[in-house]
């Protein structure tokens, strides 16, 4: 995680960037998007069980999936398979990424439990509703601690501009959270709850809002350190993804007056584009800036 520094005109230029590139992209992603819908998912829930049991239940068994491939991803990102069941091993809190490691696959196991209890309640189980709140309740905790820990490990480290983002992991918590909500309004849309969407969509909007600022102050602060990195063609290209096109747009979208189902899909689809990319400008900084 460490990298060789050189100064140029007052400012730190990496020199040496980490051999990071589209896993932990997809790991960072994945992340936002398991842990933001089944935070949101639990929220719904615990406050209607009934009202939003089956988009709830559906949101449990997304996050599951995705966390899934997350778990694939992060083992792809140690390079070593027995990394990971060595950072199992034990547990340092003092470590973002051992902590990350038992947050991910604490998340996992939440997940897994919460469908399958969804299971049960779907073949007339009722009586498990009790078990399966306090199993999504304890599940987000882990879920807040997944959608914040990549970015508290990225401005741990000696890299220029991360170690300088020391709101980073605020940034990738609300951006966990606008996968979360897009990804629960598209669920209670397929599934032909128009009402629910149109509550949904309205959070939805001000989530989008809160997150289209939080973006475009982490890329203002991004560019600078761009500038004279890339052209401004590039730059431009960067924050029009990830700010117009990955929350303006969408948010614009979701405060509509008129429902039009196959708007809650187009929101998702920009919503997680703009994720995308705003992930892997954070993971390739580094490279871009290396003068190596």
């Excluded at 708007?263 to 580094?286: C, E, N, S, Y």
């Amino acid at each position: 995680m460490r990298s060789d520094v050189r100064m140029l005109g007052g400012e730190p230029i990496v020199t040496k960037a980490p051999p990071w590139h589209l896993a932990v992209t997809l790991d960072v992603f994945l992340s936002s998007i398991s842990s933001g819908t089944f935070i949101i998912a639990t929220i719904l829930f615990l406050i209607s069980p009934i009202r939003w049991a089956v988009p709830s239940i559906l949101g449990f068994f997304v996050a599951f999936v995705v966390e899934l491939a997350d778990l694939i991803a992060l083992v792809a990102d140690l390079g070593d398979p027995f990394r990971f069941h060595h950072m199992l091993r034990m547990m340092k809190f003092r470590s973002p990424m051992s902590l990350g490691v038992w947050l991910s696959s604490g998340l996992a196991f939440f997940a897994f439990l919460a469908t399958a209890i969804s299971f049960l309640i779907s073949r007339g189980n009722l009586n498990l509703i009790g078990a399966l709140q306090i199993t999504a309740a304890i599940g987000a905790l882990f879920a807040l601690g997944v959608a914040m820990y990549k970015g508290v490990l990225f401005s741990a480290t000696a890299q220029p501009v991360w170690s300088s983002m020391r709101w980073l992991g605020a940034d990738l918590s609300i951006s966990a959270g606008s996968c979360g909500i897009t990804m629960m309004l598209a669920i209670v849309t397929m599934i032909g709850d128009f009402t629910g969407a149109l509550r949904l969509r309205f959070v939805a909007g001000w989530i989008l809002t809160i997150h289209a600022v939080a973006i475009a102050l982490a890329m203002r602060h991004i560019n600078r350190a761009l500038a004279q990195h890339q052209s401004r063609g590039e730059i431009i290209l960067w924050n029009v993804t990830t700010v117009v096109v990955g929350a303006v747009i969408p948010a614009a979208l979701a405060f509509l007056p008129r429902y039009f189902a196959a708007i809650d899909l187009i929101i998702l689809a920009l919503t997680l584009a703009g994720a995308f990319a705003f992930k892997h400008i954070l993971v390739m900084l580094p490279h871009w800036l290396s003068i190596e």
